[in-house]
T-cell receptor
Framework: DAMVIQNPRYQVTQFGKPVTLSCSQT?????MYWYQQKSSQAPKLLFH???????NEADTPDNFQSRRPNTSFCFLDIRSPGLGDAAMYLC?????????????FGPGTRLLVL | GQNIDQPTEMTATEGAIVQINCTYQ??????LFWYQQHAGEAPTFLSY??LDGLEEKGRFSSFLSRSKGYSYLLLKELQMKDSASYLC??????????WGAGTKLIIKP
């Protein structure tokens, strides 16, 4: 089945220790998104790639970076995690340019910062 | 600013019907989405409306009035597994999704 995969599902890191979250997709979608979601809050868009073009949200801290080495993979790097970065990180994909462009989500990575 | 409003929490009884409302104020409109999110899991797509009217999908229906900036999600024959948060999201004129904070639906036996 075509899907969005995120690894790991749970990540524990130490304050200030860099961490990388990964996302892959078999949907052949041209857009990939990274969201941060805290409990009982709306998902907050951090950035997205439209094909190879990187689009950063204005209020995304510099501490968050992303890489998309190819169509299928996208990475979220948190350079120096703080306690406030503990959250669920959601990867989503969509096919823009054709019709509805629904976003489909991976299962998420829950990040705990100690 | 752009804004999506949904009730924070609702309670309903198994087997009953519940309507979850969503009002929005956005820069432009290019469609409205409803997602279901179980606790600790990712959102899953439920429905999409871009024209006024009702879209029906089994036990779930979604309604849109663009002139009123209003949508609702109607869930019929409620089951315990429907206990989840329901998120409303609007695509604005820049094709960005603006998300509501979600409505937590509690189903009681």
């Amino acid at each position: 089945d075509a899907m969005v995969i995120q690894n790991p599902r749970y990540q524990v890191t130490q304050f200030g220790k860099p961490v990388t979250l990964s996302c892959s997709q078999t949907l052949n979608h041209n857009v990939m998104y990274w969201y941060q979601q805290k409990s009982s809050q709306a998902p907050k868009l951090l950035f997205h790639y439209y094909d190879k073009d990187f689009n950063n949200e204005a209020d995304t801290p510099d501490n968050f970076q992303s890489r998309r080495p190819n169509t299928s993979f996208c990475f979220l790097d948190i350079r120096s995690p703080g306690l406030g970065d503990a959250a669920m990180y959601l990867c989503a994909t969509s096919r823009e340019g054709t019709g509805v462009a629904t976003q489909y989500f991976g299962p998420g990575t829950r990040l705990l910062v100690l | 600013g752009q804004n999506i409003d949904q009730p924070t929490e609702m309670t309903a009884t198994e087997g009953a019907i519940v309507q979850i409302n969503c009002t929005y104020q956005t820069s432009g409109f290019n469609g409205l989405f409803w997602y279901q999110q179980h606790a600790g899991e990712a959102p899953t797509f439920l429905s999409y409306n871009v024209l006024d009217g009702l879209e029906e999908k089994g036990r779930f229906s979604s309604f849109l009035s663009r002139s009123k900036g209003y949508s609702y999600l109607l869930l019929k024959e409620l089951q315990m597994k429907d206990s989840a948060s329901y998120l409303c999201a609007v695509r604005d004129s820049n094709y960005q999704l603006i998300w509501g904070a979600g409505t937590k639906l509690i189903i009681k036996p």
